[in-house]
C-alpha cells in the first residue's frame, strides 16, 4: 500500500504532474462556467486549498472543510491572506463531526457546492454526506464533483480492474484499497441512488480540458444513463453535476 501523502508533500506531488494540473484547471473552468459571479461557494474535501484559493480569486466567497488536520493546516497557510479578508473560511473539526454540526453557516446557503480530485470516492455513506449537502445548499443549488471514473480503459491494464469488474456491473460499485481511506468506484446509477432523494444527477462530463461540442454542455442523464458512460472512459475522473431537490 502507497504511504500517505498529506499537507504539503500533498500539494507537491498533486501539482507535479502536467496531466494533474490539466485535470485539475478543467474542473475550475466547468466551476467557472457554472457557479453565478460572485456565488457563495462550499468547497468539500479541499485538501491543501488550491481550489478554495483559485475560487476566492475569480471573486467567489468560499468556506471549505477537508477531514485531514495536515491538509487544513497547510490550506490555513496557503490561503492566509483570504482567510484574513473573510474571503475563505475553513471549517475545522473530523468528519462526523461536520456531518453532525449545525448545518447552515453564517452568512447564508450555498449555491455551489463543489468536490475536487474525488473526495466523493473516499465517502463509504454517500447518502449522509448528500443529506449534509441538502442543508448546506440554496433552493436550487448544485453539487459538482470530480470523481473516478470506473469505466476508465486505461484501467484495464491493472488486474485489480479486471477482479472487480463483475462487482462494478452486479452492485454498481466496488471498493479497493488506498493509502488513507479505502476508495470506492462507482456507477453513475449508484451516485444517483445515493444522492437521492436530497440532490438529482443531471448531467455527465468527461474529466478533460477544452470543453467543445460534445463536452461543453454534458450529457443530460435525467431521462436515463444510456450510452452516457461512454462520456467517461477516455478519462481517469468524470465530472457529475447534482441539482438539489425540493424536500
Not at 482567510?83 to 449545525?102: K, N, T
Not at 441538502?134 to 486505461?154: K, N
Not at 452486479?170 to 436530497?198: E, K, V, W
Request: glycine content about 8%; proline content about 5%; overall charge positive.
Amino acid at each position: 500500500m502507497s504511504a500517505i501523502v498529506t499537507g504539503e508533500a500533498y500539494f507537491r506531488a498533486i501539482t507535479e504532474k502536467a496531466s494533474d494540473r490539466r485535470a485539475r484547471a478543467a474542473f475550475q473552468q466547468l466551476v467557472l462556467r457554472t457557479a453565478r459571479p460572485g456565488a457563495r461557494l462550499f468547497d468539500f474535501g479541499a485538501g491543501p486549498g488550491i481550489d478554495a484559493r483559485f475560487y476566492a480569486e475569480h471573486g467567489f466567497t468560499v468556506a471549505a472543510y477537508d477531514a485531514d488536520p495536515e491538509m487544513r493546516a497547510f490550506f490555513s497557510r496557503y490561503c492566509e491572506d483570504f482567510m484574513d479578508s473573510g474571503r475563505v473560511v475553513l471549517e475545522q473539526g473530523d468528519y462526523r463531526e461536520f456531518l453532525a454540526r449545525a448545518s447552515m453557516p453564517a452568512g447564508g446557503a450555498f449555491e455551489l457546492i463543489t468536490s475536487n480530485f474525488a473526495p466523493l470516492n473516499l465517502v463509504p455513506d454517500l447518502r449522509a454526506l448528500f443529506q449534509k449537502f441538502h442543508a448546506l445548499a440554496a433552493p436550487d443549488a448544485r453539487v459538482l464533483a470530480s470523481v473516478l471514473s470506473p469505466y476508465c480503459i486505461s484501467d484495464l491494464k491493472y488486474r485489480w480492474a479486471w477482479r472487480n469488474a463483475p462487482r462494478l456491473w452486479r452492485d454498481g460499485c466496488y471498493t479497493i484499497p488506498a493509502a488513507q481511506f479505502p476508495s470506492t468506484r462507482r456507477t453513475l446509477g449508484n451516485f444517483a441512488a445515493h444522492s437521492a432523494p436530497y440532490f438529482t444527477l443531471e448531467r455527465v462530463y468527461r474529466g478533460l480540458p477544452g470543453f467543445s461540442g460534445r463536452d461543453a454542455i454534458g450529457v443530460d442523464v435525467r431521462r436515463g444513463f444510456g450510452w452516457s458512460w461512454l462520456q467517461a472512459v477516455t478519462s481517469q475522473f468524470m465530472f457529475l453535476l447534482f441539482r438539489k431537490t425540493a424536500h
